[in-house]
């Protein structure tokens, strides 16, 4: 069995987290960065402050240190010749989560961001073993729960559970801590009016039940910069489809820069387990998936901005070589020659009175492993009868008591997977309820969803549930409000029209089969129309999109 040290490396891995470099590989090194001199007691790198990038070790010991913005410090490492000292936030240069200080004098390569980068491709074997180390560093400090923000308040609130699902898809760690158990934690909420919820960021920075783009600017997660920049590829999505577009059009020599309201990952980044999946044969984790794909689209130079909310798209230009504008609703402009819409799709609201009082206090359209936690040992009940909606009912019945199905058809079979449905009919503690809808929810603005009532079309009875979490996994809308303005056709259910169903909007010359009826508007995953609604149709959908924008950029230099 695998054991974890303090600091939560899995021991097992330990080589990998913390490999060794040899004076061969510091020397193909050597070519990327330049050598920096630190004093003993300085800093390399502060949590909370922009990290300058990874630091190789050719002489002296740094002491790496976890601290959050209470002041509680936790040893992690001491490193010295022959290492390296970085994690996957100095791939983009986002800010440390952790503190380095010399212990004696040291004399350190430092790699920037974009040098790291260009390291990565050039040196495959040596990258691969570097970028590994970077991805484990981070699940790691994840595990620890040492770093990061410190949330403090009531840890089943709905409030917190917005904050830890935020952080926990953006793969960023946080330290939670219940101030029902911790005196100082209450004393500290009285101090700022008697508030039920604090985020404090590792730079001492106190914010009040902030919302998650709050959060995000306070850890800097997201930069607040004018972009001016012309971008060959702007992605709006960053689910499996937005991602492997950028990953390919990056690793192709395209300027890319992705854009997501929340997170990485989309709807796909949410589920538990993903079985049928090419080359993963015992499955993969939603998150797990989508993070390796984050990874992998910086590594190429892929910028990021999540969360960062487009408000809308403007098409008016002239011809084919003038640039696209992406309007956010932080008042700022990203301009690029062709925008890629992947913005997916939501999990419909069913006419249920009463829906919106209960939405985060009861009512969730994701099941992480916090939503679990919360229903523990509870009965609860999961609407919806497609691949997602199996795979939440599976994960949850590890955790809850029992978990109620409830499907309007009469079965599972024309919208589930065969394998889910033998799972879902192995499961004792899965109860499918056929022909059946949700029809009333129970509670209060104090205590949250106390229960439901369903009821069965066939019958006509109605069954009263006191189950206090309620999953919803029922259809779909497409998130395309941001392109009204726009003359982005869609068909009657909102979904962007591409190839021969969009080429009314071409006097010229037909759309490309992923091409929207704005010529340099491609349409990729969930949001399309006529999309199979697949993770592996979303990721080809992605990658095939990257030579349809090559075709067009070239066609549009030729009219420029």
């Not at 079985?275 to 794909?293: H, K």
């Not at 301009?335 to 206090?361: K, Q």
């Not at 919803?472 to 809308?477: C, D, I, K, R, W």
Request: with cysteine.
């Amino acid at each position: 069995m695998a054991t974890t040290n303090s600091n939560g490396t899995d021991n097992s891995r330990l080589h990998q987290t913390f490999p060794v470099l040899s004076d061969t590989e510091i020397a193909r090194i050597a070519r990327f960065g330049t050598v920096q001199q630190f004093a003993r007691g300085s800093r390399l790198f502060t949590a909370g402050e922009t990290g300058p990038g990874m630091f190789v070790l050719l002489k002296g010991v740094v002491a790496v240190t976890q601290r959050d913005g209470l002041g509680h410090v936790v040893p992690i490492v001491r490193q010295g010749p022959g290492e390296f000292l970085a994690e996957v936030g100095q791939l983009s240069g986002r800010p440390a989560l952790v503190d380095g200080h010399a212990d004696e004098d040291v004399e350190a390569l430092l790699v920037s961001p974009a040098q790291l980068r260009a390291l990565l491709v050039a040196e495959a074997d040596l990258g691969e073993r570097i970028t590994r180390a970077l991805i484990l560093r981070r699940v790691a400090l994840i595990e620890s729960g040492a770093s990061g923000p410190v949330l403090i308040g009531q840890p089943q609130s709905p409030d917190m559970a917005r904050l830890e699902n935020f952080l926990r898809r953006n793969g960023y760690p946080y330290h939670l801590v219940d101030a029902a158990e911790d005196p100082d934690a209450a004393a500290l909420l009285t101090q700022y009016g008697a508030c039920k919820l604090l985020a404090v960021c590792p730079d001492g920075s106190v914010l009040v039940n902030p919302s998650d783009e709050a959060l995000a600017r306070c850890l800097g997660m997201v930069d607040t910069a004018e972009r001016n920049e012309l971008f060959d590829v702007a992605v709006v999505g960053a689910g499996p489809a937005g991602l492997a577009t950028a990953v390919y059009a990056a690793s192709e020599g395209l300027r890319v820069i992705v854009l997501d309201c929340r997170a990485f990952g989309g709807q796909a980044g949410a589920s538990a387990r993903i079985e049928n999946y090419l080359g993963f044969p015992t499955g993969i984790s939603g998150q797990a998936l989508a993070g390796r794909a984050f990874v992998q689209a910086q590594k190429f130079g892929v910028e990021m901005l999540i969360p960062a909310k487009v408000v809308s798209l403007d098409c008016s230009r002239n011809n084919p070589a003038e640039s696209l504008a992406i309007a956010l609703a932080d008042g700022r402009t990203i301009h690029a020659r062709t925008v890629v819409i992947a913005s997916g799709a939501r999990y419909r609201r069913p006419d249920v009175p009463r829906l919106a009082e209960f939405e985060g206090r009861g009512i969730w359209y994701w099941a992480s492993a916090i939503e679990a936690k919360i229903c523990a040992r509870q009965e609860v009940a999961l609407v919806g009868g497609g691949n997602s909606a199996g795979q939440a009912a599976v994960f949850l019945s590890r955790h809850a008591a029992k978990v109620n199905v409830l499907v309007r058809g009469p079965s599972l079979a024309a919208s589930m997977s065969r394998y889910l449905i033998d799972r879902i009919e192995a499961t004792p503690n899965i109860s499918l309820q056929p022909h059946t809808e949700l029809v009333r929810l129970h509670g209060g603005s104090d205590e949250g969803l106390t229960g439901a009532t369903w009821r069965c079309h066939t019958s006509g009875n109605e069954h009263d549930c006191p189950a206090r979490n309620i999953f919803l996994f029922v259809g779909a809308e497409p998130e395309t409000s941001w392109l009204e303005g726009c003359a982005v056709a869609v068909d009657k259910h909102g979904f962007v029209l591409t190839g021969t169903a969009a080429s009314l909007g071409f006097p010229a010359r037909p759309a490309a089969p992923l091409e929207s009826s704005v010529p340099g508007v491609f349409a990729v995953g969930d949001v399309r129309s006529g999309s199979v609604k697949r993770v592996g149709g979303a990721i080809g959908e992605g990658a095939a999109a990257v030579a349809l924008i090559h075709q067009h950029l070239s066609q549009a230099s030729a009219v420029a």
